[in-house]
């Protein structure tokens, strides 16, 4: 999705530490426009999938995968960090690293939200070291379920989770891959379909 | 929104302590295509007031504002709940109070996000004691920006929140307002529009 690169160079600003920041237009604010966009490019991409349900991450994955999942017309189901007082009754759980907070986080989805005979494909914002799809294929793999994919809006190539995943057979499909950033510009995977 | 109120007949679940379950739909599940049809009801609901952004607040608040702001056409802004290394520079800061989980949480913005001259439509999942969107309005007045309005997708109106801020002169709409909740009932305020 050439889209997704020109966004990140128009719009994109790196910080200290390697992190990119798109709060402009994917994870603070979002410019709902775009977003339509990236859900009809998921949609797309896996049309010929017999996708019947995406999960997600809360929060920064929900907007893309609400997109996807209006795009696509099947429900969309997001795991929560933590337990929370609304949800009853037996979960999936798995717990995930987060590098950006540097710390654990039990990630949990109702058991009745995903069942056995579903092709789930998998929606989230960042793809770096891979931790929260890896949590994710996790859950769905627990349901007995399958997973039909993963999409990442922005993909860190540099941090090898995305390829990790794609050599365990994974369908890893990231709208932007970035190869390599430095403090003052960003390089994309040219080979990407 | 009779369809709402519908909805939480044929779906929600009460459970022990006055919770109100509608993660089949709302807040852990969403149901794309209903969830398209909240985001057109309030579209029409502020189809004259020239509103220029959404600000919700993360997790479940996040799939309400994105459908609304598809339907709008208007970016969507989310509060985060503590501060996360990837909100750089100066945000706008309120204390919202989760009776649900039963602590406080810093609410942020990044000030970017807002200008003054904006018109800012807040949307929340529920509206119970209120704290959330008083936060919100919070925030929004802090940028100097002008509040058009509140919506909530479903109003406990029992616990006042929502009266209270009626009272202070702020338009809310609530998609259903619930006026009564027993363990095996649910009462809505028949009087809403």
């Known amino acids: 999705m050439k889209k997704m690169q020109e966004k990140i160079l128009a719009e ?11 709060g402009s237009f994917l994870n603070q604010q979002i410019d709902t426009k775009f977003m339509k966009e990236i859900g009809q490019e998921i949609a797309e991409l896996f049309k010929d999938d017999e996708v019947s349900k995406i999960l997600t991450i ?15 017309e099947v429900p969309v189901v997001y795991a929560k960090k933590n ?5 009853s009754g037996d979960v999936y759980c ?4 987060s590098f950006t ?3 654990n986080n039990n990630v949990l989805v109702g058991k009745e939200f995903i069942s056995s005979d579903e092709r789930i494909l998998i929606v989230d914002d960042f793809l770096a070291h891979g931790s929260a799809l890896t949590g994710l294929i996790d859950i769905v793999e627990q349901a007995g379920a399958t997973v039909v994919g993963c999409v990442a809006a922005i ?5 090898l989770g995305g390829d990790k ?15 390599e950033m430095t403090d003052s510009e960003i390089i994309f995977r040219e080979d990407q379909n």
Do not use: C
């Open 12 to 22: 994109g600003k790196i910080l200290p530490g390697g992190v990119l920041k798109v």
């Open 58 to 72: 809360e929060s920064s994955g929900i907007p893309i995968a609400v997109s996807a999942g209006f795009a696509m």
């Open 83 to 87: 337990r929370s007082s609304n949800i």
């Open 94 to 97: 798995t717990s995930v690293h």
């Open 101 to 103: 907070h540097g710390n």
């Open 155 to 159: 993909e860190k190539g540099f941090q």
């Open 165 to 179: 995943l794609r050599n365990d057979g994974y369908r890893i499909e990231s709208l932007a891959i970035i190869e």
